[in-house]
C-alpha cells in the first residue's frame, strides 16, 4: 500500500521506518511545518536526517501531503481536544478523495466518533484506529473478533505513566509527587505529567472503546474522570495490608465510561506493573479475556498502525 | 453465511446452538452416525434434542452433510493423532469442492498442517483455525495481526486440566493423585487424563503454533513432551519458598518446540490459576503482548469458531 504519514514524533516516524519491511511504500511524510513527496517513494532515512538538522522532514508544503498518491493516510498527528483539528480535519479530507484512514492520533476518535463515521459512510475508504488505545494491545481488533455487541464491558490499565508512578508508589512507600520527579527523569512522565496523572489520556481511550463498544455517542466530556494525584502512600499501604493495590483504572459498562483510581487483588490480571498496560474484556459467551502488553511507545504503537494497514491491504 | 457442522460435542453443539445469533445458517449437522441436511437451515434444536433421544442429530448419513450446500465446513469432531482422520479427509472434500473450512479439530493442523496447506493453495477456499489453540483466546488472529514472522517466540499454558492440578497441588500440599481425582469428581478431567495430564493435548497447541509461526514443517512427534505426572508435592512446596510455582509450558522457539513443567515467578503473567489458559507472544518491534482466558469449554471455544467465520464473511 501506498502511505502518507502524517506527523514525525515517535509514532510517525516508527511508521515510516518500518513501512518498507511491511511490504508498504511512503509517497508522503510531513510534520507541522514541511512535508516531503514523491510518487516512487519517499527517501525516509533522508526525511529523518533533514527533521533532525533543519526541524522538518522536507521543504514542501505540509498540505502537499494531503494531495498525494496514497492508498492510505495514516494520522499520526498529535492528540487534541474539542473540535480535534487539524487531525480531523486531515481524515475528512482523505475519506472525501476515497482513501482509507488509520489514526494513531486519539482526538478524532474521542471527540468526534459519530462525525467520523458520517464521512466513512459517505467514503470508498475505511477507517481503522487499533493504535489509539493502548499501542501495541490489540483491543479493537480482539472486539471486532468477538463482536462488538458481545462484549458486555470493558476494563483496563490505559496509561503506562500513570501505572508506572502507581507502582513505584506502592512498592518503595514513596509520595507521589517524588515519585514523579523520578518518572520525569527517566522519560517516563513528561514535563507537563497533567495529561497522564489526571486521567484524560486514559479517559480518551475509555472514550473510544465506549464508542467501539456501543457504536458511537461518546466524548471526553461524557467520561467520569478522576486521576491520581491525590492518592497518599498511606491509601497504598493499607491497600497492601489487605493484600491489594491500587490502579488507574479505565472501564466501559453499560452506565457509561469513567476512569478512577481502584483497588484490584495485588495477583488480579489489572495489577500490572510498571509501565505496562491491559484490556480486559467481558464477553457473552466465552468470559473474560485479558490483554497486556506495551501501551506505549513509537515502534510499539507504530506495529498497531501497520496492522491496521495490512487489514485493508 | 451457510454452515455444515460435523462434530456434535460440546463444540460441535455450541457452534450449532449461537450459529443464527452471529447470522449465519446451518444447512448441515452431523455427528459419527448420523446427520440432517436442510438447505432452508436445520432446525438446531430439533437435531440436539433428536441427539438427546436417539443418540444422532438426525437420520440422514452422516457423509450427506459433506454433500450439503455450505459456504464454511466447520469441522467439530474429535481430535485424533496420525493420519488425523476422519477430520482431515473432511477437510480435504470440502477444499476439493471450493469451500472454506474452519477446524475446532486440533489433529489436522497439528499433524498434517503442510498437507492442509497444500490442498488450501489449490482451492478457492480458504482455512482457518483460530480454535485449536487455547479455545476462547485469540492467539492465531493476534500471531496474525503482528505478522507471523515478526514473532519471535510464543509460550504459554494450554491446557486448563493440567493447569487446575498444578494450581490445587500448590495452594493445598496435596499430591497429584489426590488433586487429579478431585478433578475427576469436578469434571474438570476426564476419567482418563492421559491426554491433557501428560502434556500430549498442549503439545498438539504448540505443534500448530509452531507451524503458523515457522510456516510449517512441525508435527506432534517434533515436540519434545514432558507432563505433570511425577511432580511431586515438595517441588511446589519449594518453589513457593523462593517465591514462584509450577507450570506446564508449552514453548515455540527458533530452537524448535517444548512442553513441560517450568518453575515461573508467582507473580508472572504465566501463573494464570485454576482452568485459565495464556498465550504469551514475544515480538519484533513490540515487545511482549500476553492474552489470558477460557482455554476449553463448548461455547467458548464456538466463539472462535464463529470469530474465524465471521474473518471469511
Redesign the interface.
Known sequence: MRLAVLGAGDVGRSVAE?AAE?GHVVTAFADSTGAVVDPDGVDVAAALDHKDEAGTVGDADPADALDADYDVLVEATPTTLGDAEPGFGHARAALAAGRHVVLANKGPVAERYDDLRALERESAGELLFEATVA????AL??ID???AE?VTAARGVLNGTANFILTRMAAEGLGYEHVLSEAQDLGVAEADPTFDVEGTDAALKCAILANVIHGGGYSLADVDVQGITDIPPSALDLAAEDGRTVRLIGEVTDDGARVGPRLVP??D?LAVSGTMNIVQLE?E??????????GAGG??T???VL?DV??LA
Open positions: 518500518l511491511y499501542g501495541a494491545i490489540p481488533a480482539t473478533g468477538v463482536g458481545r495485588e495477583n490480571a464477553t459467551h466465552a468470559g473474560r479475556l485479558n490483554i497486556s502488553g506495551r515502534r510499539e507504530a506495529t498497531a496492522a495490512d487489514r
